[in-house]
Structure formats: structure tokens, C-alpha cells
């Protein structure tokens, strides 16, 4: 009887002889199962197999996009921007990241790397696009997980100073969370999970319990969902809105990330993509909704007209006391410090995956001998963060209006893109392996979802000097990371394919032998 599985994305060991030409693919069997990535020498581009489940990818996806600082720290500067269609814009989001989650998932299925992105775009495009977006990726993820740090720097040093009446700088707060976060990505995989499990549930409990008051207290002037009428979306602020509603849900490739530590990723991954952004849209439609009927439509533009970053604290105040609010400004610093660690992890998987393609050195793919999580990958990425981070802290710059917004930028920017080319990438290959998935799965949804997304990133690029402060030529040198990115990784992609070297990724079926 013959066994035939799904294609997958797999290592090409370096041949010793010459190789036969690939099999045309063929649509897998029923229930058959996703090949594994080639075996690597001991110590090397091995992960650790089924060590996750779907609640531990939610946990690090939803952590990643810090459900309460993205509430207490831009919930005012949304407000601003996007008047009452706020909750909508959220909603928005969602729903276009659930579309793209179609041919996302239908891709998980049939391929299995560390490097999401990388793989699959790779699969529809090659190898020279697929390393161009591997390295833009990392830089992406890195820029981000900067940026988050020195919030994490800064709301430390703030929490410290108004709790234990410390005075401790902003960049040293963030290098000690930063190496503390590498120590804890080091370790197992399920202890960081567990970790950012109990932050992740104390961050959104915090919310309800807000809720929970300000409904039964009946909000400011009562309830209303003026904010969900589409008559009132129609407004040329809603692209400016788009810049802080998508950021909140960068992060949710995790889920494929770690498709190779998962335990049967085949339903793991899709499970967990979905429940994460329906959790994301879910918190952030409400919660920002619960906001607005706390405020009250009438007054809104006066309580913003202060500090609009006290907006949220100022009302949970009124509804929920002073004592509740402390508790939140600390949870807002472990928000921040999960919200960093699932960006370290993603950063080290991106080059731990690069090390085992052979685009970057083949050290970067050694694990752990115990924890077998990305050891030399994480090193340096670490270095890498630590340095940027200690350089940022020499300069005179504005951690918050200037450092956070230079660092993010590129990383709404890039993964957008990046989601563009996948949804393209799974028409190419979807479409044309015979994988079995429906026409909603691997064309109509991602056709859908490539519109959706290129409109946002239109409107996001339109509006980037309201997040960044700079004009034309300053935006263009903050994206610039990406584009140098993209252009190495390609070149060197290419140059590795060309030399016939490791780590070659090619579609690959498992043929069966007869019985």
C-alpha cells in the first residue's frame, strides 16, 4: 500500500550524489501526516518536538501584543485619532487578520519551520524572496522587541519611583529586563509559556474588572454603539487609526513559529492562530468600547485634552478606586516584560532557522543540550538587543515619543508586508500542489486578504509621520532597516542556492514503499 503526505517545506541535506529530479506533487492522503523537518547532528537544528500545545502558543501570541499596555498606553492617542469609531477600528482589525488566517493555517498544514514566513514564502516564490523575507523578518521582530524594552525601561522606572520611592534610570531598567529575558528564553519552552501564562491572565483580568464596574454603574451617559454604525466610519481619520489598530495585533505568526516544538501541529497551530485573534479582537473591541462609555462621547475630547496616556487610569479611578489603579500601573510593567519575551523568542527563532537554512552561519543553529531551545541564536540575539538598547540609552532621544515609535514603525511595517507576500505566496503554492484545500482556503481568502491588508499598509504609510513625528525623508531612513534586510537576505539566499550549499528548502513528499 502506498503512503503519500501532504508537501512540506524540509532541509535538503548538502547531496553526495547527484540528486534525482523531485516527484510532481500529489494531493495527500486523507489524515495523512506532515514529514518532519531532515535530522540535523546532535546539538544542531533540532528543537524540542511536542512541547507546546495550542494554549501555550495563545499564551505567547496574545502576550505579544500586551493586551493591557496597549490599552493604558495608547487607548488616549486612539481616541484622538479615530474619535468614537475607535472599538470599530479594533473590530476591523480582527476581522482582517481572521481572513488572512485562512490560507495562514491552510499553510501550517503542510509545512513545518521555525521561520513561518520564511517557509512559506519561500514555498511560492523561492528561495531568494523566501531569505530576503526571513532577514526582514528578524529585523522586524528585533526593531519591535527594542522598542518594547525600553517601554518596559521606562514604566519600570516609573513604578519603582511611585511604589518604593527608587530612582532608577530608564535604560537601566531596560538592560536588566532585557537579560533577564534571555535567561528565561534559554530555559524550557513550557517555562516561559507558563510565565506569560500568569502575567497574560492577570493583564486581562484587570480589564474585566473594569468593565465589570463601569457596566453596572451604567458608564458616563448611559450605553451606546453609535462607535459600530458604519455611517460613522466614514471619516478621513480612519487610515490615521489604522496605524495603532494593527500594531496591536503584530505577533500572531507566532503560532507557526513554534509549529516544530507543537504537539501535532496539523491542528495545533490553526487552533491556536484562531483562538488568539479572536481573543485579541474580542479584549481590544471591548475593552475599548467599556473605555468610551466610562469617558462618555460628550466629554471625551476634554478628558483627552490633559494627558491622554492618563486617559485609562484617570478612569478607573472613578469607577474602580485608586487601589485597583496601583495594581494596574505594576501590571502594566509585567505587560510589557511578557510582551518582550515573546518578541525575544520569536527574534531567536528567526535566527536560530536562518543558521539551519545556511543564510546566516550554521552556529546560530545549535540548541541546548537540555532546554533545546536556540542557544548561539539566542546569544546573539540578545547582543544584538542589549547593544541597540545601550546605544539608544547614550543619546538624548525620547524613549517613549521617539525610541518606541522609530523601533515600531518598521515592525508594523514590515510583518504587514510580510503577511501581503504569504497570502500571495499560499495562492502560488496552494494552487498549484494539489493539496486537497478548498477554494476559500487557497484563493478566495487570501486574494481577500492581500486587498485588505495592501489597504491598510496604503493608509498605515500615509499617516506613519503621526506615529513617528518625522516627514517623508525620516520615515524613509526609519524603514530603511527593512529594505537593507530584505535586499541581504536575498543576495545571500541566492548565493548559497547557487553554491549548492545546507539548508536548501525544497517542496518534498514522503513516498511510500510497498507492503
Given at each position: ?80 485619532l479615530g474619535g468614537i469609531v475607535v472599538p470599530s477600528g479594533y473590530l476591523i482589525a480582527g476581522i482582517t487578520y481572521a481572513v488572512f488566517a485562512v490560507g495562514f493555517t491552510a499553510m501550517s498544514r503542510h509545512m513545518r519551520n521555525s521561520g513561518a514566513f520564511y517557509a512559506y514564502i519561500t514555498a511560492g516564490f523561492g528561495r531568494t524572496a523566501g531569505g ?314 487570501p486574494a481577500l486578504a492581500t486587498v485588505l491588508l495592501g489597504g491598510a499598509l496604503g493608509l498605515i504609510l500615509w499617516q506613519l509621520g503621526l506615529l513617528t513625528g518625522l516627514g517623508y525623508a525620516g520615515n524613509a531612513l526609519v524603514l530603511s532597516p527593512l529594505l537593507v534586510g530584505f535586499v541581504a537576505g536575498a543576495v545571500r539566499a541566492r548565493r548559497v ?19
Amino acid at each position: 500500500m502506498n503512503d503519500q503526505s501532504d508537501p512540506v517545506l524540509t532541509r535538503h541535506p548538502l547531496p553526495t550524489a547527484p540528486a534525482a529530479p523531485a516527484a510532481a506533487p500529489v494531493p495527500p492522503a486523507s489524515g495523512a501526516a506532515v514529514t518532519e523537518p531532515a535530522a540535523a547532528p546532535a546539538g544542531t537544528g533540532q528543537l524540542r518536538p511536542n512541547a507546546v500545545g495550542a494554549h501555550h502558543l495563545v499564551f505567547f501570541v496574545v502576550s505579544s501584543a500586551a493586551p493591557l499596555t496597549g490599552m493604558a498606553g495608547f487607548i488616549g492617542l486612539a481616541f484622538i485619532l479615530g474619535g468614537i469609531v475607535v472599538p470599530s477600528g479594533y473590530l476591523i482589525a480582527g476581522i482582517t487578520y481572521a481572513v488572512f488566517a485562512v490560507g495562514f493555517t491552510a499553510m501550517s498544514r503542510h509545512m513545518r519551520n521555525s521561520g513561518a514566513f520564511y517557509a512559506y514564502i519561500t514555498a511560492g516564490f523561492g528561495r531568494t524572496a523566501g531569505g530576503g523575507a526571513a532577514v526582514l523578518a528578524y529585523v522586524a521582530y528585533a526593531l519591535g522587541q527594542v522598542g518594547f524594552a525600553a517601554a518596559a525601561g521606562v514604566f519600570t522606572s516609573l513604578m519603582l519611583d511611585a511604589v518604593a520611592g527608587l530612582t532608577v534610570s530608564w535604560q537601566a531598567c531596560a538592560l536588566v529586563s532585557g537579560l533577564v529575558i534571555a535567561a528565561l528564553s534559554y530555559s524550557k519552552v513550557t517555562i516561559g509559556a507558563r510565565v506569560l501564562a500568569v502575567l497574560l491572565t492577570l493583564e486581562i483580568g484587570i480589564l474585566f474588572v473594569m468593565a465589570v464596574f463601569v457596566l453596572a454603574q451604567g458608564g458616563h451617559e448611559g450605553l451606546s454603539f453609535a462607535s459600530f454604525n458604519p455611517v460613522n466610519l466614514v471619516t478621513p481619520s480612519i487610515g490615521v487609526l489604522f496605524v495603532i489598530t494593527f500594531i496591536m495585533f503584530i505577533g500572531f505568526e507566532q503560532t507557526a513559529i513554534y509549529s516544530e516544538e507543537a504537539r501535532d501541529p496539523r491542528r495545533t497551530v490553526p487552533r491556536a492562530t484562531y483562538w488568539s485573534i479572536g481573543v485579541l479582537t474580542v479584549t481590544f473591541t471591548f475593552i475599548s468600547w467599556v473605555i468610551l462609555m466610562a469617558a462618555g462621547p460628550s466629554r471625551l475630547e476634554s478628558l483627552l485634552a490633559g494627558d491622554p496616556s492618563s486617559l485609562m487610569f484617570n478612569l478607573n479611578d472613578e469607577f474602580v478606586g485608586e487601589a485597583m489603579t496601583a495594581v494596574m500601573q505594576i501590571l502594566i510593567v509585567t505587560s510589557f516584560f511578557a510582551s518582550v519575551l515573546a518578541f525575544h523568542n520569536a527574534g531567536s527563532r528567526y535566527l536560530f532557522s536562518l543558521g539551519r537554512e545556511g543564510i546566516l552561519p550554521a552556529a546560530l543553529a545549535r540548541t541546548g543540550g537540555r532546554t533545546k531551545t536556540p542557544s548561539v541564536a539566542g546569544i546573539v540575539h540578545t547582543v544584538l538587543v542589549i547593544g541597540l538598547l545601550a546605544g539608544f540609552g547614550l543619546t538624548s532621544l525620547d524613549p517613549y515619543t521617539q525610541i518606541i515609535a522609530w523601533t515600531n514603525a518598521p515592525t508594523l511595517v514590515g510583518v504587514i508586508a510580510l503577511e501581503i507576500a504569504t497570502s500571495l505566496a499560499v495562492i502560488r503554492f496552494l494552487g498549484r500542489s494539489g493539496t486537497g484545500e478548498s477554494r476559500w482556503q487557497r484563493l478566495i481568502a487570501p486574494a481577500l486578504a492581500t486587498v485588505l491588508l495592501g489597504g491598510a499598509l496604503g493608509l498605515i504609510l500615509w499617516q506613519l509621520g503621526l506615529l513617528t513625528g518625522l516627514g517623508y525623508a525620516g520615515n524613509a531612513l526609519v524603514l530603511s532597516p527593512l529594505l537593507v534586510g530584505f535586499v541581504a537576505g536575498a543576495v545571500r539566499a541566492r548565493r548559497v542556492g547557487r553554491d549548492g550549499g545546507v539548508g536548501d528548502l525544497i517542496p518534498a513528499q514522503r513516498t511510500g514503499s510497498g507492503s
